[in-house]
Each structure stands twice: as structure tokens, then as C-alpha cells.
């Protein structure tokens, strides 16, 4: 389901560490998405000004991110809106020269 939502995003990354960093944001727009609907935007809100603070970067690649989280999310709720899955871990391994993707996850309550 993951890769449903985000492979184009987790696809952006050059290097197997760059799309373990794009599967991170991936899940972190996942989870969410299985929010309360009222409390999305103020989590929104947080993650994009943590990335922004973080990595020190500019308003356009702010705002690129933010934007980035916001399509995954609505893909989420698109494909899954009843499906309320917390992600808790993910990796990302190249085998084979092909991506592979592991997902802890558990039902929210």
C-alpha cells in the first residue's frame, strides 16, 4: 500500500539512502492521513516546519515538500480512506537492483 501512495516520490531519489529518506516522508504522510481529519493540518503544519528546520532549506523547496506530502496523503486517502494503519518502521534495501520495501505497521486505535 505504501509503494501504492508514494513510489513516485520514493522514485525521486538518486541513491538507495535518497529513497530510504523519500519512503521515510512517504510513511510520515501515511500516518497522517489515518488522522482525524480535524488534526491533519496542524500535523501538516508541524512535519513541513521540522523538515524546513532540519535541513535548513529554502521557501520554494519548503513549500515543494509540503506540496510532495499533501499529494501523497490525498493518494492515501484516495486508494485506502478506510484503512487506518499506523506505520511504524520502514526500510528500504536495493536487491537485485530492485527496491525493496519493509513496513512495521499496526492498527491505530
Not at 530510504?20 to 492521513?33: D, F, G, K, P, S
Amino acid at each position: 500500500m505504501i509503494q501504492n501512495v508514494g513510489n513516485d516520490l520514493i522514485m525521486l531519489g538518486e541513491t538507495p539512502e535518497k529513497r530510504e529518506n523519500y519512503l521515510q516522508t512517504v510513511c510520515v504522510a501515511w500516518n497522517i492521513a489515518c488522522l482525524p481529519e480535524n488534526t491533519r493540518e496542524t500535523n501538516i503544519t508541524k512535519f513541513v516546519t521540522e523538515f524546513q528546520v532540519m535541513n535548513q532549506c529554502s521557501e520554494e523547496n519548503t513549500r515543494n515538500f509540503e506540496h510532495s506530502v499533501r499529494l501523497v496523503i490525498e493518494e492515501k486517502l484516495r486508494l485506502y480512506p478506510y484503512v487506518f494503519i499506523e506505520v511504524i518502521a520502514s526500510s528500504l534495501m536495493e536487491i537485485g537492483g530492485k527496491n525493496q520495501i519493509k513496513i512495521l505497521s499496526r492498527k491505530m486505535k
